[in-house]
């Protein structure tokens, strides 16, 4: 799949949206635009003990996903084993009331994302991906705090995946009730749903005496402002 070249079908059935196929879409830029706008996704695989779905953090690098974990995480291991991995990110806008029980639903965005999976060996290209994480979350902060030592490099995988396929699926506006339902007296509506980054509460152990960094406050800007 091509930046520049959005696709308006599937590129198979594996990421063909089937249930109410209208709020789907399968173009680069609506992909960009649900990955970009979180942290965490959500990963499925394939382990010893069957299907599993774990969180992690992520950040979209152009054509690529690059997630974080544990050496010895099942997700590293299932990529080191050659399976693949599905992520899955979800943003929750709203929950739509509507006047039959039927018809309550959510706005939302979502994208599912399949692809090739590599672990990170290279060092430079693995300490640019834990650049790129920590930067996407607090921009400013890999400057701004200890990088990693030689432990905690080596306990830590980063893994990027080439995103192959993927769909969109959102749904935005107010309830869809019955005709026969428009004149009955039961509320209906949309609460919306904003999650908002707080004032930071410094560690009590050791408060710098510098007061909130930049990178901090960028962070809850980024976060702020595109949650408005």
């Known amino acids: 799949m091509s930046a520049s070249t959005p696709d308006s079908e599937p590129r198979s059935d594996r990421s063909r949206v089937r249930r109410v196929t209208e709020r789907g879409s399968y173009d680069r830029e609506s992909v960009n635009a649900v990955l970009d706008a979180g942290y965490v996704c959500h990963v499925g695989f394939e382990s010893d003990h069957g299907i599993v779905v774990v969180p992690t953090l992520y ?132 609460i919306s749903i904003q999650t908002v980054l707080g004032t930071p509460e410094p560690d009590a152990e050791n408060v710098p005496r510098g007061g909130v960094p930049d990178s901090i406050r960028a962070a809850i800007s980024k976060w702020n402002e595109s949650n408005d």
């Not at 030592?149 to 019955?178: H, L, W």
């Open 59 to 190: 950040v979209r690098d152009g054509d690529s996903i690059i997630l974080h974990g544990s050496t010895g995480a099942g997700m590293t291991r299932a990529v080191r084993a050659g399976n693949p991995l599905t992520v899955e990110v979800t943003h929750l806008d709203g929950i739509v009331a509507a006047r039959s029980h039927f018809h309550h639903s959510i706005n939302y965005r979502s994208a599912v994302v399949f692809g090739r999976c590599t672990e990170i060996s290279d060092v430079v290209a693995k300490l640019r991906g834990m650049e790129l994480l920590v930067e996407h979350i607090t921009p400013g902060r890999w400057e701004e705090a200890r990088k990693p030592n030689d432990s905690e490099f080596v306990q830590t995988s980063v893994i990027r995946m080439e995103i192959e396929e993927t769909s969109v699926k959102t749904r935005a506006g107010g309830p869809g009730d019955e005709p026969e339902d428009l004149e009955t007296d039961f509320w209906a509506g949309v």
